[in-house]
């Protein structure tokens, strides 16, 4: 996945003007300005590794002057005493970068090992998995990137890249029809041309839309594996399927033995455990 630096710059200048205020008034104070240092990334866990890319953007951003030897790419596996990368330069640079790329490499790195873990439970199937929009405000765009380092899919990125009608718009828009009709309308009016993806409640709701069409893919929501099985059976290839709702390591796999093309997760993102790393210093 290319870094989009438009995307990716903003959020680096506005995390460091957080962390950083008037000053890092502890390295100013007892570090001396022209005191140069070495650190290395040390990996504490198993997993996978993600955001070496974005942290070369950090250190970049930072001091221009840093120097980064990187020994492990994004995406591969990694284990406790693994060294990711050393940098060099300026210590009180180091220091200023060190809590952001921390920040943002565990929990990217958490979300790569936890997506990796789905693919693993996935194959042999058709089944892939996709993350949401259930991600930390201002990081959604980290966040889906790890999802694919480790082997996901992104979904939309926002509320403009796709339409998905969920029950809610179903029920204000005055039924399923009248939905997708508008949804349709709308999309003419603006000479917009993204997918549209439709939520069904129940198998009543998949037969509604399976007559009246026009939509790309339909989101089968808390259909238990029976139901879900039926619906793969009722939609017979038309429509790309996906499935959401309460779907966990543990039925994961299950899930996507009923033949559906695709299962969302928002664990992937709102609730993972970051993987344990440092960046220690060196003398």
Sequence with gaps: MELNRSILLPFIQSALKEDMGDGDHTSLATIPADKKGNARLLIKEEGVLAGVEVALEVFKAVDPELKV??????????????????????????????????????????????????????????????DTRKTTPGMRYLEKMAVKIGGGVN?????????????NHVDYAGGIQAAIQSARKYLAE???????????????????????????RILLDNFDFERLSAAIALVNGKYITEASGGITLDNVRQYAECGVDFVSMGALTHSVKSLDMSLKAQS
């Design 69 to 130: 030897s990187i020994h492990l790419q994004d995406g591969v596996l990694v284990k406790t005493g693994d060294i990711a990368f050393n940098v060099s330069g300026s210590a009180r640079s180091i220091l200023a970068a060190e809590r952001l790329v921390l920040n943002i490499m565990q929990r990217m790195s958490g979300i790569a090992t936890q997506t990796q873990r789905v693919v693993k439970l996935l194959e042999g199937t058709k089944t892939k998995v996709l």
């Design 155 to 167: 979904h939309r990125f926002g509320l403009y890249d796709m339409i998905l009608i969920k029950d």
């Design 190 to 216: 603006q000479q917009l041309h993204i997918p549209v993806e439709i939520e069904v409640r129940s198998l009543e709701e998949l037969q509604a839309v399976i007559d009246f069409g026009q939509i790309d």
